[in-house]
């Protein structure tokens, strides 16, 4: 069993099929993925009135801050 996860939040992935991991990688990687998913968002980041659709959807993501946030030392822990 990971040593980050406690046995409730174990239990909670195999009853529930997710786990919420929090600080799974830094403020300032998760900063970077949100600057570039805005550049294919089509409304106006700073403009919440313009969101007028409730999901957008976005295609697959190669840019190294998207490799990188999901390639932290806290989650292979937790993979492992």
């Known amino acids: 069993m990971s040593e980050i996860l406690s046995e409730k ?3 909670q992935f ?8 929090d600080n799974a990688f830094p403020q300032r990687l998760a900063d970077e993925v949100v600057n570039h998913l805005w550049k294919d968002i089509p409304f106006e980041r700073s403009n919440p009135a313009s969101w007028v659709e409730p999901v957008v959807r976005l295609g697959m993501y190669t840019q190294q801050p998207f490799i990188n946030s999901v390639n932290t030392e806290k989650l292979y822990c937790i993979f492992r």
């Open 14 to 21: 195999v009853l529930n099929g997710f786990v919420r991991i």
């Open 9 to 11: 939040e174990v239990e």
